[in-house]
């Protein structure tokens, strides 16, 4: 029994439906995104958020003046560095990074004036200018500032503090403290004043 002729009609709609899936399959385009992934976008802005708040907690430049602390003043030539470890001298103490806890407890203003700090915080004597509690205190944050640096992709052969002074320190304290940045790997050092106007 010979097979009935496909209909004119069935072939043409079979044809048909062939070259649409072709030209569907030819002209299909990768669907674009057209919506925004708030999402991600929200966790970075918490990082980011989460950043600032810390770096200006902080910063150095927040540093509230009290009868302890006096800032000297002075014309800045130059925008404020607001990056390294800071060293506070006040009036009655010297203070390392964040720590609470003073390095060294000062004498009187007079004795400073005259010979410095005490032979018992020197490491050679009354003489001699390296602070060995303070330099103690700068080798352990200096630590972790070349770890910091590091990371960074910055030159972790030396570190960077900010001098934060009372502006009725002595000059041979001054000295002191900045000499014994220098002998702890600190290769720059910003000391702190406050904006005076201009005349």
């Known amino acids: 029994m010979a097979a009935a002729p496909k209909s004119p009609a069935t072939s043409s709609t079979a044809l048909y439906k062939t070259a649409l899936r072709k030209a569907k399959r030819k002209n299909e385009v990768e669907a674009e995104v057209n919506y925004l992934n708030i999402t991600a976008m929200l966790d970075m ?12 907690a902080s910063s150095s430049a927040s540093l509230p003046q009290s009868k302890d602390l006096t800032l000297p003043s002075s014309v800045l030539a130059a925008e404020p560095h607001q990056e390294g470890v800071a060293v506070v001298v006040t009036k009655s103490q010297i203070l390392v990074g964040d720590d609470p806890n003073p390095v060294v407890v000062l004498p009187t203003r007079e004795s400073l004036a005259q010979s410095g700090l005490d032979a018992k915080y020197k490491k050679a004597g009354i003489n001699d200018l390296h602070i060995v509690p303070l330099a103690n205190a700068l080798l352990a944050v200096r630590e972790t500032d070349k770890q910091i640096r590091l990371a960074k992709g910055q030159d972790p052969n030396s570190s960077e503090a900010i001098v934060i002074v009372d502006e009725s320190t002595p000059y041979r304290l001054l000295m002191e403290v900045l000499f014994t940045l220098g002998q702890s790997s600190f290769g720059k050092y910003h000391l702190m004043v406050l904006q005076a106007k201009k005349t």
């Open 45 to 56: 802005m918490t990082i980011i958020l989460v950043f600032l708040l810390k770096t200006m």
